[in-house]
């Protein structure tokens, strides 16, 4: 499957979305992910990622969506050695 989008475009809309909801998702939802379809303002909350984006493609089979982790600055973060 090709998509044909400006991945720039939902990154942006993306973080200001996240933004919005966050503080109200954070009572309910900490660290669990979010999965949301930048051009509905619908969002999908799941204990992990395939849990989430599973829920965002029943819905929106053809979209790509803006990830993020409840209560974090990042969905993942990668450690290097020390």
Same mark, same amino acid.
């Given at each position: 499957? *090709?998509? =044909?989008v400006d991945?720039?475009?939902? /990154? ?7 933004? $919005?909801?966050? !503080? ?12 949301? *379809?930048? =051009? ?5 909350? /799941?204990d992990t ?5 599973? $829920?965002?493609? !029943? ?24």
């Amino acid at each position: 499957m *090709e998509f =044909d989008v400006d991945i720039r475009k939902i /990154g942006e809309k993306g973080r200001v979305m996240f933004k $919005k909801i966050s !503080e109200e998702l954070e009572r309910d939802y900490r660290g669990k992910f979010v999965v949301i *379809e930048v =051009d509905s303002g619908n969002y999908f909350v /799941g204990d992990t990622v395939i849990e989430a984006n599973e $829920k965002a493609k !029943e819905k929106y089979p053809d979209k790509v969506f803006y990830l993020g982790r409840i209560g974090y600055r990042t969905a993942f973060s990668f450690h290097g050695r020390r």
